[in-house]
């Protein structure tokens, strides 16, 4: 992926010292380095998906005083509900990090040596910072291959071998538009999980043909996950429907195992789970690849995680 960097945008003062991107190992080799020689100091996260929330956490736990902002009415929006989304916010919120939704920075002030000072946001706030992270996303990265090869989608169009139209030529990771057999549809994917087993598959169908051998097709389920702090969720399936909450989201809990299913056309088509254990989140991969009919949303709620354990 090609990050996206908020000089891309015009972002005044963007090219501030102490203005990290994480995308390599030397993206994280300097934050850490800043957060040595920070210590104590204020951060402003900006971004509400993956990198926002864990870096977040992250930065908390170096006892780095952050503030997160991001422009949608809730965090990581393309996955989470507004139900999930307002549990993760309120547990951030009581581990001290502060919240900010509804805008966006559109400058930076920086000190004598050039390192940034303030964030200036949209809604005419400023917010201290000795250190600003941004995840506002990426580019799939295809342009090095422009008219050489099929794209679809935004990305480099392969078969379920990850094969490309070009001759011998392979594509793998989040720069794939590959059929994703389950849903019957071509689609790219951007998680490190898919990175990993799409890589896979081409090594497996390279050396199977070398050696005159067949493999099957790629047939993926979706996968997503994330830790921070003491939580750690999984999601497995397709994030389509209607939705039911189950279990206990409760902030003052001490379990927090709660999640979500996700139903289409009277099937249950993806779920979610928070503190799940080994073979609960297993059963919830399971529901998802199954896809098993349900009788109605109340039946869901009121058999919550149990629902998934019986199939």
């Known amino acids: 992926m090609n990050v996206l960097r908020l000089t891309d945008f015009g972002?005044?003062?963007?090219?501030?010292?102490?203005?990290?991107?994480?995308?390599?190992?030397d993206d994280a080799d300097k934050l850490v380095e800043?957060?040595?020689?920070?210590?104590?100091?204020?951060?402003?996260?900006?971004?509400?998906?993956?990198?926002?929330?864990?870096l977040s956490a992250a930065l908390k736990i170096n006892n780095i005083d952050v503030s997160m902002v991001y422009?949608?009415?809730?965090?990581?929006?393309?996955?989470?509900?507004?139900?999930?989304?307002?549990?993760?916010?309120?547990?951030?919120?009581?581990?001290?990090?502060?919240i900010i939704?509804?805008?966006?920075?559109?400058?930076?002030?920086?000190?004598?040596?050039g390192e940034v000072k303030e964030v200036k946001l949209k809604d005419g706030r400023t917010l201290e910072a000795d250190i600003v992270v941004v995840g506002v996303g990426g580019r799939p990265l295809i342009s090095l291959f422009k008219g050489q090869v099929a794209e679809n989608k935004g990305g480099i169009e392969t078969d379920d071998f990850f094969k490309t139209s070009a001759d011998d030529v392979y594509a793998v990771g989040d720069v794939a538009t590959f059929p994703m057999k389950l849903y019957r549809e071509m689609r790219r994917v951007e998680h490190?999980?898919?990175a990993r087993k799409s890589a896979e598959q081409a090594v497996k169908t390279i050396m199977a043909t070398e050696g005159g051998k067949t493999v099957t097709g790629y047939d993926y389920l979706p996968y997503f996950y994330s830790r921070a702090f003491d939580?750690?969720?999984q999601f497995y399936g397709d994030n389509v429907g209607d939705t039911v909450l189950f279990g206990d989201n409760d902030l003052a809990s001490a379990t927090h195992k709660f999640g979500t299913y996700w139903i289409k056309d009277g099937k249950v088509v993806g779920v979610f789970l928070e503190s799940g254990t080994p073979e609960e989140n297993k059963a919830i991969a399971k529901v998802a690849r199954v896809q098993p009919s349900v009788?109605?949303?109340?039946?869901?709620?009121?058999?919550?995680?149990s629902f998934a354990s019986k199939i």
């Open 192 to 194: 490190v999980d898919h």
């Open 34 to 54: 800043a957060i040595k020689a920070k210590k104590n100091g204020k951060a402003v996260v900006v971004g509400g998906g993956y990198i926002g929330l864990e």
């Open 295 to 305: 009788e109605s949303l109340d039946v869901l709620k009121n058999e919550g995680l």
């Open 101 to 113: 939704k509804g805008t966006v920075a559109v400058g930076f002030t920086t000190n004598a040596d």
């Open 231 to 233: 939580l750690s969720w």
């Open 11 to 25: 972002v005044e003062g963007a090219d501030a010292k102490n203005i990290f991107y994480l995308r390599e190992i």
């Open 71 to 98: 422009p949608e009415p809730w965090c990581m929006p393309r996955l989470f509900t507004a139900d999930i989304a307002a549990f993760y916010e309120g547990y951030y919120a009581n581990k001290g990090i502060k």
